[in-house]
């Protein structure tokens, strides 16, 4: 009855109020469960919480690697990263306290060392700084998305399969092909989990184990060909004749950058742009997500600042630019209406 009272306040929190004498029923003290009338007076002393704080707490942990600067911490499911609402005690931030004593300070007084935090019921590597410069540095590559995270996930029960069925054009390949040509969306995208290994037998199934591993390889491979990229444009003859081409009647000839793709670039073409199937670029590499922006007569659109410079914008390739007719075009609606 009291929660619907004062909904501010968690039934934690009034139990503890209770426990402490802090509510009064007709001016005497109150019990968790009792029952009360018509006409009782009830009179309550709200309290404040008690500041959290992080305390140490002998707790194993299992250290991976160590240095003046940094601990990564294997942090095993079920294990909350600092307090919180319901959560006081039993933390990794406790258990790192015990251990280590002093840790960066960035992260105030209930996370000291966490630069990053894994669910409660995740298991991996947990980076800890143990000094605020490492703190600070670790928080600016995460930011720059510059550390790179892996994760791994185990479904139980029906899986929607979306690969193992072969929604793509199979005449388009004699019906031999590992993974579907591209996704439904028409973007010219190859889903990493597209990709079938091994291929699927009349019975639909195959081994996941196999799948996932292989589904990794390729994940890695296609970030090391999107990360190549613009060093391939960039060293081409095709674009080294555009750029001589855009300098002709410069004086001095300006200076041309085409730059490599930023972290949030080099992620959309790992996972969407680069295929190898079908569409090519201007300078004959297989169609990428991003491409170097060229107007209608096929010259470059660069502007050149005031120290005769130009630096180069990535252009994400519009969707009618892509190939088109390929694959399957309902592979979405394929899926979706699957039935395990």
């Not at 002998?58 to 319901?86: F, N, R, T, W």
């Not at 004593?101 to 980076?127: E, K, N, Q």
């Not at 800890?128 to 791994?152: P, T």
Request: proline share 7%; charged share 20%; net charge neutral.
């Amino acid at each position: 009855m009291l929660h619907q009272r004062l909904p501010a306040f968690s039934r934690s929190r009034i139990q503890r109020w209770i426990h402490d004498g802090l509510v009064l029923v007709n001016g005497a003290p109150a019990r968790a469960s009792q029952q009360v009338r018509a006409g009782d007076h009830i009179d309550v002393e709200p309290a404040e919480a008690p500041p959290l704080r992080a305390v140490p707490e002998a707790i194993p942990l299992s250290v991976l690697y160590e240095d003046q600067d940094v601990v990564a911490i294997d942090k095993p499911a079920g294990m909350v990263v600092h307090a919180g609402a319901g959560v006081h005690s039993g933390t990794l931030v406790n258990a790192l306290l015990h251990r280590f004593g002093a840790l960066s300070g960035v992260g105030g007084t209930l996370r000291p060392g966490i630069v990053h935090r894994l669910d409660r019921y995740t298991s991996g590597v947990l980076l800890v700084a143990k000094n605020d410069a490492a703190h600070q540095r670790l928080a600016a590559q995460f930011s720059g998305r510059q550390v790179e995270k892996v994760y791994l996930a185990l479904v139980h029960g029906n899986v929607m399969q979306e690969s193992g069925r072969r929604q793509f054009d199979a005449a388009a390949d004699a019906g031999i092909s590992d993974c579907p040509l591209f996704s439904g969306d028409r973007l010219g995208g190859v889903g990493l989990f597209q990709i079938t290994n091994p291929k699927p037998t009349p019975e639909d199934h195959w081994d996941w184990t196999a799948n996932i591993n292989h589904g990794l390889q390729i994940l890695a491979e296609k970030r090391g060909v999107a990360r190549g990229y613009p060093a391939r444009v960039r060293n081409s003859g095709a674009f080294q004749a555009l750029v001589q081409r855009f300098n002709v009647g410069r004086t001095p000839p300006a200076t041309i950058v085409l730059p490599d793709f930023t972290p949030q670039q080099l992620e959309l073409d790992t996972t969407r742009g680069y295929n190898g199937f079908a569409g090519a670029d201007a300078f004959g590499n297989v169609l990428h997500e991003f491409r170097v922006p060229l107007d209608a007569a096929g010259n470059l659109q660069v502007t050149v600042g005031p120290d005769n410079r130009g630096v180069i914008v990535w252009q994400q390739v519009p969707a009618a630019d892509r190939p088109q007719n390929t694959g399957d075009p309902n592979y979405v609606n394929n899926v979706l209406g699957q039935h395990p």
